[in-house]
């Protein structure tokens, strides 16, 4: 039976090689067939994987084993959500660094590959989706087997997600290095990479809900709404800002279902609530369940959570057109738009103030345990941005930061600082236990990464702050004779020493990310660095394990 099995997976990949074949072969486009080449590169290893299945001394068992009975949690998609976290993370910030260097430097621009136009969606998709998303799914896949007491419910369907995630990863990146976008912000993928990602998104809703269905606890905890509002409402906006209708089935162009400000809208109604629910609320999931455990305390206010939960669900919907100020969008829309991102702030600021009184009686850690300051770090900047981001969507202040790079700054005091510095602790908590580790091989290194991230984001947000309100003021000058004092060519003139700190900073924060990959790494090798002791967190591997089902008592007869 297991033998037919096999069988049955070596043909079904051998057709799917074929037919991406086939594919490159008679696609429109060189993009298109280099897509259909990588997705038969990756049929033709899993046939391989397939038929080598049950070779016992076959290496790619490990990559797909399930979980080891049922009174152990099912971690292997975790520690392969962490490997890929960082792996990505540091892929992603390079590539900030290195765009950054071109505006300071444009003689760094290579055509047509390597230029900022190509590059620039690849830093991004590559820190949010690659970056953020593998943490999001790592953690999410931990904090619902922890907080249900269950496996995962189809573990063969998680591992589906994890590397059909990384294929979603892959497409998109080559295909931004290859000029196959279709210019959404956020959502350049095309067509097909779209409809590959809708598949896995709904594979990862299956497994997350199902896993809440056979849960052991009867309380849903806090962090699993948050995780599955992320879930389902990115569902939502990718199905419909991607629809589009494809030129050709074996090409990459294709032309979206929108047009004209609808098509505006719509992109903004995606690209602001992509923030608000991938950079939001799942990364509030994860605030919610590793800031308690690190601190050893329980959560401030749970009402307060719950509050947090629906009053963020309601009103980041609401948000998006604030992105299309002094734009053909209709007055009232950017006034509504406006509206509820000034009326965000109460619940986002509810949602810090109940992480930070978390802290309540144990204040001392952040002097001793450097997780919890980075996690006190990133619930500062959560607060920072999401006052920030309130304050630019006021009208009169929006009409000096528009298209400058006050917004530039805006965006990365919270990606560095709220969505980095939660992921960088949310790591460093579950590598020991993942891999079954005494500590992280050192705490100092930590701090280090620490002090390194704080002060390049310091670095980069202040520059931006400054060189975006410079821009707007010199474009708004004018002279007696009522012609602009500036031309657009002195403005990007001035921004030079601005570029160049925000290098730096960069080059700062990616200093950290090293560090702490090589933790990471001599972490798994089993290493242990001397050290004057930090304090973290106790873990207890006996109490870390899922309720399995007892039978009844049989009563004594």
């Not at 329980?298 to 057109?321: C, D, K, N, Q, T």
């Not at 969008?329 to 600021?349: H, R, Y």
């Not at 981001?389 to 006021?394: A, E, F, T, V, Y």
Request: with cysteine.
């Amino acid at each position: 039976m297991q033998a037919e099995t096999a069988l049955g997976r070596v043909g079904l990949w051998f057709l799917i090689m074929l037919a991406a074949l086939a594919a490159a072969v008679g696609a429109a486009d060189s993009g298109f067939a280099a897509h259909a080449i990588i997705i038969a590169l990756v049929a033709f290893v899993m046939v391989w994987m397939s038929a080598s299945r049950f070779d016992p001394m076959g290496k790619a068992q490990g990559f797909f084993k399930m979980p080891e009975g049922p009174s152990r949690y099912d971690d292997d998609p975790i520690r392969w959500g962490v490997i890929a976290t960082m792996f990505w993370g540091l892929a992603g910030l390079l590539a900030g660094v290195f765009i950054a260097s071109q505006l300071a430097f444009p003689w760094l621009n290579i055509e047509p590959y390597l230029n900022f136009g190509r590059l620039r969606p690849l830093h991004t998709s590559a820190v949010i989706f690659a970056f953020g998303g593998n943490a999001l799914l790592a953690t999410s896949f931990y904090v619902v087997q922890r907080t249900c007491r269950a496996q995962l419910a189809f573990p063969g369907l998680a591992r589906f997600v994890f590397w059909g995630y990384q294929l979603f990863i892959v497409l998109a990146a080559t295909g931004y290095l290859l000029g196959v976008t279709q210019s959404k912000e956020y959502a350049e993928p095309e067509w097909y990479v779209d409809l590959w990602l809708t598949i896995v998104w709904v594979a990862y809703f299956v497994v997350f809900v199902g896993t809440l269905a056979k849960r052991k606890e009867p309380h849903i905890y806090v962090a699993n709404w948050f995780y599955l509002a992320f879930i389902i409402t990115i569902a939502m906006l990718h199905i419909v800002n991607n629809l589009a209708v494809p030129v050709s089935f074996l090409g990459a162009k294709s032309y979206s279902a929108f047009a004209g400000v609808q098509d505006a809208l719509t992109q903004w109604w995606y690209g602001h609530n992509a923030v608000g629910f991938f950079l939001t609320a799942g990364f509030l999931a994860m605030m919610y369940y590793f800031v308690p455990k690190q601190a050893e305390r329980p959560v401030y206010s749970y009402r307060l959570s719950i509050i947090h939960f629906w009053s963020l669900i309601f009103l980041y919907i609401w948000a998006g057109p604030h992105h299309l100020h002094y734009t053909a969008l209709p007055d009232w829309a950017q006034t509504l738009g406006m509206v509820f991102s000034i009326m965000l702030w109460m619940p986002s600021w509810g949602g810090m103030i109940n992480g930070l009184m978390t802290l309540n009686g144990a204040w001392d850690k952040v002097r001793t345990d450097p997780i919890i300051r980075m996690m006190v770090m990133a619930l500062a900047f959560y607060g920072m941005s999401t006052f920030e981001g309130p304050m630019l969507s006021i009208k009169s202040v929006n009409s000096l930061s528009h298209y400058t790079d006050w917004t530039i700054g805006h965006v990365h005091s919270g990606a560095l600082g709220w969505n980095g510095m939660i992921t960088f602790a949310c790591m460093y908590f579950l590598v020991p236990r993942l891999w079954k580790r005494q500590r992280m091989y050192s705490l100092r290194m930590i701090n280090w990464h620490f002090w390194l991230a704080a002060l390049g984001i310091v670095f980069y947000a202040a520059s931006m702050w400054v060189a975006g309100i410079q821009q707007g003021l010199m474009w708004r000058e004018y002279g007696p004779d009522g012609y602009l004092v500036w031309s657009f060519a002195d403005s990007v003139a001035a921004m030079f020493p601005m570029y160049v700190m925000r290098t730096v900073g960069g080059l700062m924060y990616l200093g950290g990310a090293i560090i702490m990959t090589y933790n990471i790494w001599m972490t798994l090798a089993g290493k242990l660095r001397e050290e004057k002791p930090l304090r973290d967190a106790a873990y207890d591997p006996q109490a870390d394990r899922p309720i399995v089902n007892q039978p009844s008592a049989v009563p004594a007869e």
